[in-house]
């Protein structure tokens, strides 16, 4: 097969910065409208996928603007118009974020558990650690501190109760993450089957190539150096508890996954970890890269209660999947309620919650053949990766 946009190559060579080989079309079963632990009884999940070598990753990010979203070297993406549960890039302004009362209380909670111990939840942290919640309502929530209060390479306290460290790094198998992803998936989505495999392909592989970010000048010691894959460690007493795995990309900070030890569960990781990742995203942008604006969480699926937590971070915004224009979540909330697939560009592309099985797959957005790959990346963007066919 020729084309303009392809080009046989092998692996070794170093001239092609983003190499894939394209799978072709496939369907799979849904997890999302299945209960925890199992799968739809029939595939209901539609997609093209390419499997990637390697990519840059201002590739990658151009890629997520369209839609797509790996997982380990797969990147696939969902055809909304014929799966059961389509899914949404979501983004949010990190910039422009303000966490709500619930939000702050969640990050102070775990700083005082931090610093005071048990009996110092429900109290203030210490005349020199200020307590958000306590402040003038005037005076603004400076998210960046807080999020940092209860690390040990930022506060002074002398005897905290407990020592807490987070930490960058590539993202490379170790036995003890492994572990963790195991108990995360047992314990937090009862999933039996899960292997050293699946952690290994899908959470410590990634096609991204490292890139020197631009800092106009030195940033602080605890930011990334590089664009690129990483696994963002929380340790509590030396012991790890969780495991973010993140891209950072140029213009955001992609959170691919999130596992923690079901014992902390009481002080919402997840949401400490969301809070984080915009933390990370709004540091980078203040030491000089003006392009690093966004938290991307991921998909958001209407259909999906565990997804819908992402709506509680605003301004979020979603894709629209034919259009590749962002709208805010607000106001495409209502759309996804009387429809099965929304256009939120074109509302009269979209397809109503009660249409005929037949209309629903008459018109796939993703054309099949190789075709697919071109109209799924776009012509511009498919030029820039070499297909190894």
């Not at 849904?30 to 632990?37: E, F, Q, T």
């Not at 959470?203 to 696994?231: N, V």
């Not at 030396?238 to 002080?267: Q, R, T």
Request: aromatic content about 12%; glycine content about 6%.
């Amino acid at each position: 097969m020729t084309s303009k946009y392809t080009t046989l190559v092998t692996n070794e060579d170093e001239q092609i910065k983003s190499i894939g080989i394209p799978l072709g079309r496939g369907s799979s079963t849904c997890g999302y409208c299945s209960p925890p632990g199992e799968r739809s009884g029939r595939d209901s999940s539609y997609h093209i996928a390419l499997s990637a070598i390697r990519l840059t990753c201002e590739v990658y990010q151009r890629m997520i603007d369209r839609g797509w979203r790996r997982s380990g070297t797969l990147c696939y993406k969902p055809d909304l118009r014929i799966s059961c549960c389509p899914q949404y890039t979501i983004r949010l302004n990190a910039s422009e974020y303000k966490p709500s009362k619930r939000h702050r209380k969640i990050i102070s909670r775990w700083s005082r558990y931090v610093l005071k111990g048990k009996e110092g939840e429900m109290m203030g942290i210490g005349t020199n650690q200020k307590n958000p919640e306590s402040e003038s309502k005037e005076q603004a929530f400076d998210l960046v501190k807080a999020i940092h209060t209860a690390e040990e390479s930022f506060h002074k306290e002398e005897r905290p109760a407990h020592r807490f460290e987070t930490s960058l790094e590539s993202a490379p198998f170790t036995e003890e993450k492994y572990q963790l992803y195991a108990r995360y998936q047992r314990n937090v989505h009862n999933d039996f089957q899960s292997t050293l495999f699946d952690f290994e392909q899908f959470l410590a592989t990634s096609p991204l190539r490292f890139e020197g970010i631009p800092y106009p000048s030195i940033p602080p010691g605890h930011l990334p150096r590089k664009y690129g894959s990483y696994h963002q460690l929380y340790r509590l007493d030396g012991n790890l508890i969780a495991v973010a795995v993140l891209d950072i990309l140029p213009c955001c900070v992609s959170s691919v996954y999130f596992l923690y030890d079901k014992v902390w569960e009481e002080f919402s990781p997840g949401k400490l970890s969301a809070m984080r990742e915009i933390s990370l995203a709004r540091e980078i942008h203040e030491a000089g890269i003006s392009d690093m604006q966004y938290l991307y969480m991921g998909f958001y699926i209407k259909s999906c209660q565990k997804m819908r937590y992402k709506g509680e971070y605003t301004p979020s915004y979603l894709l629209d999947p034919e259009a590749y224009d962002w709208h805010p979540l607000g106001l495409c909330r209502p759309l996804l309620q009387q429809n099965r697939y929304v256009c939120f560009s074109n509302p009269s592309h979209s397809i109503q919650a009660d249409a005929p099985e037949e209309l629903i797959g008459k018109d796939s957005s993703i054309q099949g053949g190789y075709e697919a790959f071109v109209e799924g990346l776009g012509a511009e963007l498919a030029q820039k990766l070499v297909f190894n066919l």
